[in-house]
């Protein structure tokens, strides 16, 4: 059995929010849920599916499953860092193939903005009993620097350059200055991101995704459900995921687990990277991006930083068209989580919503990709094809 | 200039065997007696093939930069690296006592401790 047309993506919110020092966590997830059944033209008591992951507040789902009061038969928290909600659709798809639900509606939110979040660049002290933990945490990794680690051995081996990751930035910011929402909306220049200060060698301040609040929801259903709704019919068709870790000591930096879940959902979809007409790819830095286009094989291993350089990824000028919201980097990373929105702006571009500026004409087939936790230490990786019929 | 203060990492059953051999300036590697692989960071059971018996090996300090980034925003800037040891493994850890900007991937590094909040030690490197 494997996902191609067991479910469809019927309702899609972003919250309009960047900023949300007046709103509790709760109630961005609730909104968001609010936002994506009326989208999909359902309502509260058609969900019998929940899944959501670390930023929900509670145990699990159990908390967020009673403040939203739901009744539901079917519940997964899989978490895996942002990466996460691509991973619902897919264990969605699943359930509902399997005729454990029918309705699944998966939320994210958060606030790390208001609540003065130092993202990125202070290390984080976690669970004691996690069994890496002693031997990281004493060393200061953040967020940053684990994944510029990544980007310093990218350069060492295959010779990538930072104008060539700073065009990334570009595109995105290209592609912001379309959306309303988002946080930054000025376009910038490859040498505007060079100037900006680095945080960690090799990355600047402009090679990071923002720290916004907000959230996103998804409602994933059955075929049968789909055929009674009015918005157009975004099908699910492959779906792969993989972990990444340091294999005992085995480090290799210079690939992620998309190397592993691309091919996965591209063998579940039938389809080949050249075939993919929009790609939403998770972008919380731009060696992320550069990485996760070589693991997914737009373009040979190595070949990442020719392959995004001079627009490349710029709606109407390059060949892949990529986060055409303005991504993490320009638009929106709520939660610090931005596998929802990545989702959400490939369901835009197949029912033909995204800005007129930068929808990718007939846009029949998409791919949404995350990448969870820490590139340079341990990573969940989630690849989601989908299509409109 | 202040002084990075380095947080004591916990030890637990299973590892202290490791930070006790830190504080005296020994790094050891655990290495599996059923496939001969030592690995980091160490483990009861060989995360190569669940082998259960292993023995503590002193590693040699010798090794060199697999990646590295110096961290510029934080009180103190500071390099976080990967280093791969003459054994096999590599291991996440510092690079201290020398000019950050003069630093580069393949360089030979060589093993120092540096003393944490509460009397324990951190192996670190320094090139050399």
Redesign the interface.
């Known amino acids: 059995m494997t996902n191609n047309g067991k479910a469809c993506i019927a309702g899609a919110f972003e919250h309009p929010t960047r900023n949300a020092p007046d709103k509790s966590v709760a109630q961005l997830h609730a909104e968001c849920a609010k936002g994506a059944l009326e989208d999909a033209g359902l309502t509260k008591n058609d969900v019998d599916g929940y899944f959501c992951a670390g930023d929900a507040p509670g145990m699990g789902p159990l908390s967020m499953v009673d403040y939203l009061n739901l009744r539901v038969r079917h519940v997964d928290s899989t978490d895996t860092g942002g990466s996460s909600y691509l991973l619902h659709v897919a264990h969605a798809a699943e359930a509902i193939a399997l005729g454990k639900c029918s309705v699944a509606l998966i939320t994210l939110a958060g606030r790390p903005r208001s609540e003065g979040m130092a993202t990125g ?1 202070a290390p984080r002290q976690g669970n ?2 996690q ?12 967020v ?3 994944y ?3 980007a ?2 990218h350069m ?1 081996q295959y010779g990538t350059t930072s104008e060539q990751l700073a065009w990334i930035k570009v595109a995105a910011s290209e592609h912001a200055r379309h959306n309303p929402n988002a946080m930054l909306r000025d376009v910038v220049s490859v040498q505007d991101v060079i100037d900006s ?7 600047h301040r402009l090679d990071c995704c923002v720290i916004s609040d907000g959230g996103g929801a998804l409602v994933v259903v059955a075929p049968e459900v789909m055929k009674d709704l009015k918005r157009p019919r975004v099908k699910i068709i492959g779906a792969g995921e993989a972990t990444k870790g ?6 290799d ?1 210079t690939f992620s687990g998309a190397r592993w879940s691309g091919p996965r959902a591209f063998a579940e979809a039938g389809v080949k990277p050249a075939d993919i007409q929009y790609a939403s790819i998770y972008d919380s830095f731009t060696i992320t991006v550069l990485m996760q286009i070589e693991d997914l094989g737009f373009c040979a291993k190595g070949e990442g930083g020719r392959f995004v350089a001079d627009g490349n990824l710029i709606a109407g000028v390059g060949k892949l068209p990529f986060n055409t919201d303005g991504g993490g980097l320009c638009n929106n990373h709520p939660a610090n989580r931005g596998g929802m929105t990545k989702v959400i702006e490939a369901v835009r571009q197949l029912r033909g919503e995204a800005h007129t500026a930068v929808q990718v004409r007939n846009c029949a087939l998409a791919l949404a990709h995350g990448t969870g936790g820490v590139l340079g ?1 341990r990573h969940g990786s989630a690849t989601l094809i989908m299509e409109r019929e | 200039m202040s002084v990075r203060k380095l947080p004591a990492p916990e030890a637990n059953p299973e590892t202290s065997p490791y930070w006790e051999a830190a504080k005296k300036g020994v790094l050891l590697l655990r290495r599996c007696t059923s496939c001969g692989r030592a690995h980091h960071y160490p483990r009861a059971l060989c995360p190569f093939c669940f082998g259960d018996r292993l023995e503590w090996q002193a590693a040699s300090g010798k090794g060199t930069i697999y990646s590295f980034s110096v961290m510029q925003r934080a009180p103190v800037p500071y390099t976080i690296a990967y280093v791969t040891l003459e054994e096999g493994p590599t291991m996440l850890t510092n690079i201290v006592d020398c000019d950050f900007a003069a630093l580069s991937i393949g360089m030979n590094v060589r093993l120092v401790f540096k003393p944490t909040e509460g009397g324990g030690a951190l192996p670190m490197f320094t090139p050399g």
């Open positions: 660049t004691p009993a069994p890496d933990l002693q031997f990281e945490f004493p060393y200061g990794p953040t940053v620097n684990m510029a680690m990544c310093m051995r060492y200060p680095v945080v960690a060698s090799p990355l340091q294999s005992g000591g085995d480090v930096l230490s």
